[in-house]
């Protein structure tokens, strides 16, 4: 699986540093490393404004906050894997 967090500059003001941590202290306390490669993306156009962009495999997901990111790990993430 491959996840892309947009770090381009709307979604690095909504906090993509932030998901980046949660995301690789997922990656690491499923001890998933090998199953998944995360990766920074620019823009892929579909801002929101509220949250980050990622991009799980093909799907692109829209509004990701630190408050919503366990769900949405559980629901994209390890629900597919």
Do not use: P
């Amino acid at each position: 699986m491959i996840i892309q967090i947009c770090v381009g500059s709307s979604c690095h003001l909504k906090g993509s540093a932030d998901i980046v941590q949660l995301m690789q202290k997922a990656v690491e306390e499923g001890h998933l490393e090998n199953e998944i490669t995360l990766a920074g993306s620019f823009c892929t156009g579909r801002c929101n404004r509220i949250g980050v962009t990622i991009q799980v495999d093909d799907e692109i997901y829209t509004g990701v906050t630190r408050e919503s990111f366990q769900a949405f790990w559980n629901e994209n993430v390890l629900k597919k894997l």
